[in-house]
């Protein structure tokens, strides 16, 4: 395994019904192919020794003979791959015919697992020939001149890895087989399968075994019959998948007349992390007892995957965009519009600086507003330019107040930070961190007592990249009476205000969306160079784009420097050196235990994604946790 993958191969062989050795040699040709390409676990369709289509041939002493045969050909061929393989052939143990899935590597046969479940409906006739292996009469038997484990409690494992096998009709039962070896400790699932196609069958098929995964948090690998399966009744499309708790990671092509692979790597590290997680995986019952056989994995992988790393993990898909963001905006509104009605509340006060957070905020509590049919002008918008204020941000602010139909309000905070730093004995030109905090605190403090006079909320305009780094001032911008945006990064902010203004049936609101897009980040604390903004976050933190990648593989599965520093060379290689990435890394690790505190106390705010930071929510840590374990493997890299 590299850092939890294991490289799994679904392979669909062109067979000739009933030439056991013609089959043979395709799957021969199809593991050396993998094991070229570095795969270290192979599943081949069900039954593919001879063909799923036998019929009554399957009673035929020749043809059981020819499969026992190419089985014995098959394993002493690949003796010499650390191929953890699969395949499928009928298997005779003590006067009765089983469906069986062999599982061999390295010339051993580890084990033979027998199919549970016998379709005998419709075109299916499985009884006719087989017994099911709940019924095994015993659990070894002689196979290919070697003496194997034979039953269905069987698993197989190699560290972490710990594989299941289950055999087509298995998957399609109330309770398959693969979620009581799921329950046993199994997070890579083998399936087998010759099911035939039919209209409309696909997209059910796929979403079965995509949900199977996920119920099973597991890694899924299917198999199907294709090309060369009898077609006097049926058709076999060839259907291979590759999927991983719940997505789908790689599918085979339908309908090729031509022998096919599909790879894609599995991260049994993540799903041990899932498993970890979700405490109710482990209160299910599993079975009273299983076997388990060892196996092997190569102990060197390449520093590379075939699967896609997404650098923007908390983005929904480009196919998925819209509903997604609609879904999230409302969620969003429908937090605040219950916090609104609890508190009785008819007014929302909210900093509008021009800037990508605050922009979110205010589309959110309108849509809360509407929500509720309470009127716009009971949202008051507050501008409070100061020292590092430009006029861009400034008059975006306006333009987005006035064309959302909210009150307006402007508040020169100069005056008062000055004579505030001037109160403290802080020289304005000493521009170090306590002045720029006296513009947030100063900021904060307006937006409070408007709140107050008006009878109003405070709504928060800090993001959740934002509360992972720590970039807020405490006591100022770090707090609200509610945080619509607690919830949601940087990364997806961008994306839910560019949504808000593709869907603007306004002109003039979605310019200026467009433009705030455009806007460097800044909290605009230090005075502008020119015309232009001076001070940008992602100069001084890092781009959040790694941070917002660093922050979901570290909260959300627990994964070390080491492992999240390797996914995001894969994830961003050509964007960012190795060096910029260890870099931000550190910076991340740093700050995100020093800043715990922060966090400690922070305002109430709606989770909309798979983690967030409330410490009455996903996330509880210490404040004075020491950072020292994970800063030391950061400076390893």
């Known amino acids: 395994m590299n850092y ?29 192919r993998a094991a070229k390409e570095q795969a270290e676990i192979v599943v081949f369709p069900e039954l593919a020794v001879t063909g799923y289509t036998c019929a009554d041939l399957f009673r035929q002493r020749l043809l059981l003979d020819k499969a026992e045969e190419a089985l014995a050909e ?5 003796a010499k791959l650390p191929l953890l393989c699969a395949v499928g052939l009928p298997v005779r143990a003590e ?14 046969i580890l ?23 709940a019924q095994a009469p015993a659990d070894r038997i002689f196979l290919a001149g070697q ?50 196609e039919a209209a409309g069958k696909h997209a059910y098929l796929k979403s079965l075994i995509c949900q199977q995964s996920a119920r099973c948090c597991a890694g899924y690998v299917y198999a199907s019959a294709g090309f060369g399966e009898s077609s006097t009744d049926l058709v076999f499309a060839g259907n291979g998948f590759i999927a991983e708790n719940g997505v789908l990671l790689r599918e085979a092509a339908r309908f090729q ?13 993540r799903l041990q992390a899932e498993r970890l997680l979700r405490d109710t995986f482990s209160d299910d019952a599993g079975p009273e007892e299983v076997r388990v056989i060892a196996f092997s994995l190569p102990a060197n992988r390449p520093a590379s995957l075939s699967r896609k790393i997404n650098p923007l993990p908390f983005v929904p898909a480009e196919e998925a965009m819209a509903a997604r963001c609609e879904e999230i905006l409302s969620m969003q509104a429908h937090g605040l519009a219950r916090r ?26 309108a849509r809360a507003f509407d929500m509720l049919a309470l009127p716009r002008k009971g949202i008051l918008g507050v501008t409070m330019p100061c020292f590092g204020t430009t006029d861009r941000t400034y008059q975006n602010a306006l333009s987005l107040m006035k064309t959302l139909k909210v009150t307006a309000r402007e508040v020169d905070i100069k005056t008062a930070v000055t004579q505030h730093l001037k109160n403290i004995a802080h020289p304005l030109s000493n521009r170090d961190v306590t002045y720029e905090n006296a513009q947030a605190r ?22 959740l990249s934002e509360l992972a780094l720590g970039w807020a001032t405490y006591n100022g911008d770090h707090m609200s009476m509610y945080g619509v945006n607690a919830g949601v990064p940087k990364t997806l902010v961008r994306h839910l205000t560019a949504y808000a203004a593709q869907t603007a049936q306004d002109t003039k609101l979605a310019a200026v969306l467009r433009d705030i897009l455009a806007t460097p980040v800044s909290p605009e604390l230090l005075p502008p160079s020119g015309k232009n903004i001076s001070q940008k976050t992602e100069d001084l933190v890092g781009p959040y784009e790694l941070h917002d990648f660093f922050l979901y593989y570290f909260l959300r599965f627990g994964f070390s420097p080491k492992k999240i520093y390797w996914l995001a060379a894969q994830a961003f290689e050509g964007k960012y050196a190795s060096a910029e990435i260890k870099t931000w890394l550190k910076v991340f690790v740093r700050r995100f235990f020093a800043q715990q505190f922060k966090r400690s106390c922070l305002p109430d705010g709606p989770k909309v994604g798979s983690v967030s930071l409330s410490p009455r929510g996903d996330w509880r840590m210490p404040s004075d946790a020491a950072a020292a374990a994970w800063l030391r493997e950061c400076e390893k890299l």
């Not at 669909?12 to 089959?23: H, K, L, S, T």
């Not at 692979?261 to 991260?267: F, K, Q, R, T």
């Open 4 to 32: 939890g993958f294991v490289k799994a191969a679904a392979a669909v062989p062109e067979v000739r019904v009933g030439d056991c050795d013609f089959n043979s040699r395709q799957m021969q040709d199809l593991l050396f």
């Open 74 to 78: 098959l394993v002493a061929a690949t």
């Open 95 to 108: 006067n009765a015919l089983y469906n069986c899935a062999v599982i061999f590597q390295k010339g051993k």
């Open 111 to 133: 084990g033979a697992v027998p199919k549970t479940f016998l379709p005998n409906y419709a075109e299916f006739y499985e009884k006719r020939w087989f017994r099911s292996g």
């Open 147 to 196: 003496e194997v484990p034979f039953g269905t409690d069987l698993l197989f494992a190699c560290g972490d890895a710990v594989v299941g096998v289950e055999i087509c009709e298995d998957l399609w039962v109330p309770v398959p087989p693969s979620s009581l070896q799921a329950l046993a400790g199994a997070n890579i699932i083998l399936n087998l399968s010759a099911s035939p």
């Open 257 to 269: 007349t031509r022998s096919q692979l599909i790879y894609s790597e599995i991260d049994v590290q």
């Open 340 to 365: 609104l009605a609890h508190t009785g509340a008819q007014t929302a006060v909210i900093g509008v600086s021009g800037g990508l957070d605050s922009t979110l905020a205010l589309l959110v509590t």
């Open 442 to 463: 100063e900021r904060t403090q307006v937006l409070m007592d408007l709140a107050n006079q008006s009878g109003g909320l405070v709504i928060g305009t800090g993001d």
